[in-house]
């Protein structure tokens, strides 16, 4: 068929919604990429009156390190070493780069960098649950009472698309969410808050789930198959724009639009070499990538700051389920909470985060690149105390959204410091209560998001994206 015959078939024809996703399955492209760039999408008071001067807009990206599970409180960032045995738990503090700033045994790289670190030990909300309490840490909002993904209040990564941001060809939003080998079923691709929700799936992460410590590592397909030359690259390009704008005529459909989006990104980085550059990470040293961690998350990091560093303006790193039976489930220890957390969890992270700081420090991306450390909540005051349906065995924690910790650093953060207190048993804030709303309010002031920002949804009713405050003690 010409392109003329093929434009007006479409003309003279009104295709359903169903017929115009499966044509587009078809392949009028002859590539994977487009679906890639769909990535999930059809599944799917804390502050002052003056804040620094200088501080709004200061990071022009951030990494965002999930920690999928909910990490104890206790034996991270807020260790309690005067508590009774069953509080207080099995781990130390150790002293750290700053003075009078103790933090875990088994976080000694972290110890040596805590000068760049703004810890928060007051953070709190009242959701139990993993998949809905994710909402308030992505999103700065509480889950939808419709249940469904679509409904969710958008991600701060869905955000900043929507508002235009990022360079090149990239996509301005990217989720680093590693499946692995015997992984179990995850409420990872369940949890609420991390896909663009209301805002539409044009504006949904290009979401990989491959594991980038693999060597057969690969996202999607960045080089033309040898059988299209350019001049048909071409011609494809320009007969799907065509077709696409007949449809668009046709059909006033949220999906299409979102369709025609991943297709004209595909074709921006089909024609940039920015786009397989950037997911090759064999062409990092191989010193730098053992500095990271030769694992699923300390090279999803490293593939982070790639990212950023090319003009990605929010990558978030979500912890991967290693799939090794008879043990945590992400940071989810239930069970043996201490036994996980020093031999397989904080190593890891400990490691990943350390070197993630120092990389962005030498290339000088540190003071714009705003980095969080945090998950969607703490776990109980007391080993083997029940909190959830999951409960706890005797040497567990179970789920505590009452206080947990938050970790920020770069992008226009003042590090070297803690901010709020938990009490003496770490359930709940002693001093300065952080909401998750605040929080995010502080992330959006660094990423340049104007104060009560309004963004349309899809029915043109302006929605305030963030009502919280940011946290001025936190800005440098």
Request: include cysteine.
């Amino acid at each position: 068929m010409t392109r003329s015959a093929c434009t007006n078939y479409f003309a003279a024809t009104r295709p359903t919604r169903r017929e115009v996703l499966r044509a587009g399955g078809l392949g009028l492209l002859g590539l994977s990429l487009p679906e890639l760039l769909a990535g999930r999408a059809a599944g799917v008071p804390a502050g002052g009156s003056q804040l620094p001067s200088g501080s709004f807009g200061r990071a022009k990206s951030c990494i965002l390190l999930f920690m999928w599970g909910g990490p104890a409180q206790q034996e991270t960032w807020d260790l309690k070493p005067e508590a009774p045995a069953e509080i207080r738990g099995e781990f130390r503090p150790i002293a750290t780069r700053v003075p009078g700033i103790h933090i875990s045994e088994h976080f000694p790289q972290l110890a040596r960098r805590t000068d760049k670190l703004a810890i928060v030990r007051s953070m709190t909300h009242t959701n139990v649950d993993h998949t809905t309490a994710t909402s308030f840490l992505l999103t700065g909002q509480p889950p939808p009472a419709d249940t469904k993904l679509r409904s969710d209040w958008p991600h701060m990564g869905a955000v900043l698309a929507k508002l235009g941001r990022g360079r090149g060809p990239l996509p301005p939003f990217v989720s680093m969410r590693p499946k692995l080998e015997n992984d179990v079923p995850r409420f990872v691709e369940e949890s609420h808050g991390q896909f663009a929700g209301w805002l539409g799936q044009a504006y949904d992460p290009l979401t990989i789930d491959a594991d980038p410590s693999r060597r057969e590592y690969r996202v999607g397909d960045f080089e033309l198959p040898a059988e299209i030359s350019v001049p048909r690259f071409d011609g494809r390009r320009d007969l799907l724009t065509e077709v696409n704008s007949v449809l668009r005529r046709q059909l006033d459909d949220g999906a299409l639009a979102a369709f025609d989006g991943h297709h004209q990104k595909a074709f921006a980085l089909l024609g940039s070499a920015a786009g397989g550059d950037a997911f090759d990470l064999a062409k990092e040293p191989q010193e730098v990538r053992e500095r990271y961690g030769l694992n699923p998350h300390g090279q999803s990091v490293l593939q982070a700051r790639r990212l950023v560093e090319r003009g990605v303006p929010l990558v978030t790193v979500f912890w991967p389920n290693d799939g090794i039976k008879n043990v945590s489930v992400y940071w989810d220890t239930h069970s043996r909470n201490f036994i996980d957390l020093r031999e397989r969890l904080m190593p890891t992270a400990d490691q990943a985060f350390s070197a993630l700081l120092d990389d962005l420090n030498d290339r000088g991306l540190l003071d714009e690149t705003l980095v969080v450390w945090t998950g969607e909540f703490g776990r109980t005051p007391r080993v083997g105390q029940r909190n959830s349906d999951a409960g706890a065995g005797r040497d567990g924690r179970d789920h505590w959204p009452g206080c947990f910790s938050t970790v920020l650093a770069g992008g226009g953060i003042h590090g070297g410091q803690v901010y709020g207190a938990s009490d003496k048993h770490a359930a709940y804030p002693a001093v300065d209560p952080v909401a998750p709303v605040d929080l995010v309010a502080t992330a959006y002031h660094l990423l340049g998001v104007a104060p009560h920002q309004t963004i349309n949804d899809q029915q043109g009713r302006p929605m305030i994206i963030c009502p919280g405050t940011p946290i001025e003690r936190l800005l440098a």
